[in-house]
């Protein structure tokens, strides 16, 4: 069955990195676009960042600059890199299978002093 397994979310102090990764199984993960959400208690699930099939990459606003999705496809792997974190940024981060029902479990990033 198709499986999505973050790691790599944590505590970290205002101004730190993170470097979250999703595994992912069940399917040919080359041929999908996939996709890194995030959410906070009360709020609605929003998209942080997109990789395409192909390697193209799109970014919202407020992460732009700060934020890299990468994919290994050999490894069946996609990755946020997190740079200069806000408190702002505190949320459980999910990895989607692009437009399909498919998630992760989530990983609590928390940006605090």
């Known amino acids: 069955q198709v499986q999505l397994v973050e790691s790599g979310g944590g505590l970290v102090q205002p101004g730190g990195s993170l470097r979250l990764s999703c595994t992912v199984s069940?399917?040919?993960?080359?041929?999908?676009?996939m996709g890194w959400y995030r959410q906070t208690p009360g709020k609605q699930r929003e998209l942080v960042a997109k990789?395409?099939?192909?390697?193209?990459?799109a970014y919202a606003d407020y992460v732009k600059g700060r934020f890299t999705i990468s994919r290994d496809n050999a490894k069946k792997m996609v990755y946020l890199q997190m740079n200069s974190l806000e408190p702002e940024d505190t949320a459980v981060y999910y990895c989607?299978?692009?437009?399909?029902?498919?998630w992760g479990q989530g990983t609590q990033v928390t940006v605090s002093s």
């Open positions: 989607q299978i692009w437009m399909t029902i498919y």
């Open positions: 990789i395409t099939a192909s390697g193209t990459t």
């Open positions: 069940g399917i040919s993960f080359s041929d999908y676009a």
